[in-house]
């Protein structure tokens, strides 16, 4: 096996010196509650679908549905509350058949060590306070999860949906962090943060390999999907970026507000994402998946962030969106381009939602969530304009006028959202 790479230019990923894209599915509930059979047909669906990693977590979700398979890392009397001083062997043996299973159909694995409520201090634990982990134990318990798992060349995603504000937090995840770089130096680290946030702690800066962030569920603040790319960018030290946990598919709003993310909500996150700085890769999340819904079984009593119910996942498999983040990986293929140069400043009078880029051989990208003319500063004379439906993948002409080296791109005719590519002609 080969280890995942970040390339020369510190944007993007590289694995066996070819440019890979970081095209992830989140399923956080595996090792707990996925049997084998629907393992099988799990990885053989968002393999078609051209996914390239899968988001899990090492310890079982706080939030999962209650359908779990019944093996957990620690002694347990009911699947919530685990005796840290009592390992569970046939845990790790059978999270490894899974892994393994995925490694040999060609998946990347982020695999996420400490999830926040077992970190004192985070916003998590506050909530739930019954599985913080001993200080003195994460020592063992990070150790362990290295040996385990080393052997398929994971990305290691050291923290879960997590805070940094306060010291019990910040002790507890360097322990980890130091311990996954001395244990796996060739492996990636990265950080996986809540919803709306971009505070790294500057001790772990020089030990994470590139940057996670959560635009999240609320359905206010959706304009973190382009935001937190660019606060990260003028922040830190440059590495590739990626939106770790866009709007979910069907997920209910955060705080129990009425509604959910629908397929577009969950296109507008990516391409947002993507051409705000975010183009090393991005995440999907169906709501069902990550959790792994199953009819018949009992609510989970913890509520983490207070989501509606989700289909069950032989339902939420099926989204079409799913296809469209595939699509987004497969078109940038197509179109040879990796690094994409967020270029907001050459728009007129454009609203913040619509996002452009421009590829390293002269090429722009633009979202539009709904048609409206575009003014550029610049000229850009010889060449040409096309639109592409986002939803039905149609492509339309999309005529360009000049006037006083600003160049308007008149409206396409679609109903919905769609990318606009400008290319030489």
Not at 28 to 37: G, I, Q
Not at 192 to 220: A, C, T, W
Not at 330 to 354: R, V
Request: proline residues 4%.
């Amino acid at each position: 096996m080969i280890w995942l790479q970040v390339n020369e230019s510190k944007t993007n990923f590289i694995l066996d010196g070819k440019p890979f894209f970081y095209l992830a599915d989140t399923i956080w509930s595996a090792f707990t509650n996925v049997t084998d059979e629907e393992w099988e047909y799990y990885l053989k669906r968002r393999k078609e679908q051209g996914f390239t990693v899968l988001q899990i977590n090492t310890m079982p979700q706080w939030d999962r549905c209650m359908s779990d398979i019944g093996l957990y890392p620690f002694a347990t009397e009911d699947g919530q509350v685990f005796d840290f001083t009592k390992w569970n062997q046939e845990y790790y043996e059978h999270a490894k058949q899974m892994c393994q299973k995925a490694v040999d159909m060609g998946f990347q694995l982020a695999l996420v060590v400490l999830w926040l409520n077992h970190v004192p201090g985070t916003w998590g634990s506050r909530m739930n306070d019954s599985n913080v982990m001993p200080e003195t134990f994460v020592k063992e318990y990070v150790e362990k999860i290295v040996s385990e798992f080393d052997r398929f060349h994971p990305i290691y995603v050291v923290s879960g949906d997590t805070d940094f504000d306060t010291p019990e937090a910040v002790s507890y995840y360097r322990t980890a962090l130091d311990i996954v770089c001395k244990k796996s130096p060739h492996s990636l680290k990265s950080l996986h943060i809540k919803r709306g946030y971009d505070v790294i702690p500057e001790k772990f800066l020089d030990k994470i390999d590139f940057y996670m962030f959560q635009s999240g569920h609320n359905k206010d603040g959706q304009d973190m999907a382009y935001r937190l790319p660019q606060m990260i960018l003028e922040k830190y030290p440059k590495k590739p970026v990626i939106n770790s946990e866009p709007c979910y598919e069907q997920m209910g709003f955060s705080r129990k507000v009425y509604g959910r993310f629908l397929t577009k909500d969950v296109r507008k996150a990516a391409w947002s994402s993507i051409l705000s700085g975010a183009c090393a890769g991005v995440t999907y999340g169906a709501h069902g998946i990550w959790n792994w819904q199953k009819i018949n079984k009992p609510v989970n009593p913890i509520m983490g962030e207070g989501f509606d119910t989700a289909q069950p996942w032989q339902e939420a498999i099926q989204y079409a969106g799913a296809w469209d983040y595939g699509w987004i990986r497969q078109t940038l293929k197509d179109l040879h381009i990796q690094k994409l140069i967020p270029l907001q400043e050459q728009l007129i009078g454009a609203a913040e939602e619509i996002r452009m880029a421009q590829t390293e051989d002269g090429r722009y990208l633009i979202y539009l969530p709904h048609s409206t003319k575009i003014k550029i500063n610049g000229s850009l004379k010889g060449y040409s304009a096309r639109a592409i439906d986002l939803e039905s993948k149609r492509v339309a002409q999309v005529g360009m006028t000049l006037k006083k080296d600003i160049m308007q791109i008149e409206m396409h005719p679609f109903e919905g959202d769609a990318l606009i590519i400008i290319d030489k002609e």
